[in-house]
């Protein structure tokens, strides 16, 4: 069995790198003023993939932090994959401009699915990642402010019938929670979709969260607030997942 894909986040707000709680911007907490030195210090571990996020991007639906997109590629060799507030042609031709490798879209697959399908056939599906912000089983939008009408198994067979590869799935009832990943929801997104790529994503707390994930086969985690209030050793989990 292949290791899983360690994915550290960082998530930014003016500039800065911060956390929130089940998506709550009330609930802000900053943890650094400086992305790109975190970044650096997810490289210098021997971390080499990001998961970068724009929150006010995704309030806004525009890409506000793309300044933060723009330092953290060009100071680092970070696979990053980019979301949050790519909702047009110029967002995402932006994204791309920035230096993002990957380009996560989660709304914009739900309300204009048209746009999306046109961005994979442009870009090709290995660099757009879909989406799956779940709220009940019902996939949630605009920065987790709406639930769509969609549940989250339509929602993927739709997209893996039109070539998407890559999937990350969030438990938004998990998601800063430090409770422990959404795991029965994994295991039976992984039983009916084997071929997606699922990553997992809210709720990991320790190192124990992440070798749950990789023994039921995600095939990789996205990791947050874990690290950023150090419950995680990052060395023991490059040691144990990467090296």
């Not at 894909?5 to 500039?15: E, H, L, R, V, Y």
């Not at 909702?87 to 999306?116: H, M, R, W, Y």
Request: charged residues 30%; negative net charge.
């Amino acid at each position: 069995m292949s290791r899983i894909k360690i994915i550290p986040a960082i998530d930014t707000i003016k500039g800065r790198c911060v956390r929130l709680t089940k998506g709550d911007y009330d609930t802000e907490k900053v943890y650094s003023e400086d992305p790109l030195q975190v970044a650096k210090g997810f490289e210098e571990l021997g971390i080499t993939r990001l998961h970068l996020v724009d929150l006010e991007g995704a309030k806004s639906g525009h890409i506000c932090n793309s300044e933060v997109l723009r330092r953290v590629a060009s100071g680092t060799n970070l696979k990053i994959d980019f979301g949050g507030g790519v909702k047009s042609d110029e967002d995402i031709e932006l994204a791309f401009q920035c230096g993002a490798n990957q380009v996560t879209g989660g709304s914009i697959a739900v309300s204009n699915p048209e746009l999306f399908e046109k961005w994979m056939e442009k870009y090709g599906s290995e660099k757009m990642i879909l989406g799956a912000d779940v709220r009940n089983e019902m996939v949630s939008i605009s920065g987790w402010k709406e639930d769509s009408d969609y549940h989250l198994f339509k929602f993927l067979d739709n997209y893996q019938k039109k070539g998407v590869k890559t999937v990350i799935c969030t438990d938004i009832s998990k998601d800063g929670m430090l409770q422990g990943p959404a795991v029965e929801l994994y295991q039976s997104v992984m039983k009916e979709f084997p071929n997606l790529e699922l990553v997992a994503s809210g709720g990991v707390s320790n190192i124990e969260d992440v070798r749950i994930l990789n023994e039921i086969g995600c095939w990789g985690v996205i990791i947050g607030k874990a690290i950023y209030e150090k419950r995680i050793d990052m060395n023991e989990l490059v040691n144990e997942f990467i090296l």
